[in-house]
């Protein structure tokens, strides 16, 4: 079952970082800057848009030529970034996180990555002790 027969839509998300470092650089902070920043607040603005799956064109060629529009529009809205500071359309702000609501977040994150790797290294271990194996489809 693919992935247009299980959702009706996704997320399209756009990034804009508004910090600059000394030369004009922008900061862009990283996944470990974002989780392990030890009290560094990021401030990052995000467009959010909902792209309904039946708009999705199922043709290869077609399918192409939309998704270049939909990065065509992403520049654009980078742009609009770059020049006022901020997305175009309604602005909602969201409060800060507390020092308990990260904590919680990154303990969620490592129980489900101890639970991945769990399952992964169980799998490895049942395909290496099974006497018929191949790098193949099962």
């Not at 399209?12 to 970082?17: E, K, Q, S």
């Not at 990052?44 to 998704?67: G, I, N, Q, S, Y």
């Amino acid at each position: 079952m693919g992935l247009r027969q299980t959702a009706d839509a996704f997320l399209d998300l756009t990034f804009g970082y508004p910090e600059r470092r000394a030369g004009g650089a922008k900061v862009r902070p990283s996944v470990n800057d974002l989780l392990f920043g030890f009290g560094r607040q990021w401030h990052v603005h995000v467009h959010v848009r909902v792209l309904p799956m039946a708009e999705v064109p199922e043709d290869p060629d077609d399918f192409t030529k939309w998704l270049m529009g939909v990065f065509a529009e992403k520049n654009e809205l980078l742009e609009h970034f770059e020049r006022h500071g901020c997305f175009p359309g309604e602005r909602h702000e969201l409060p800060r996180a507390s020092c308990a609501s990260l904590v919680a977040n990154l303990a969620c994150f490592v129980a489900i990555a101890l639970v991945f790797s769990a399952v992964c290294l169980a799998a490895v271990s049942a395909v290496r002790s099974s006497s018929a194996w191949s790098l193949g489809y099962w």
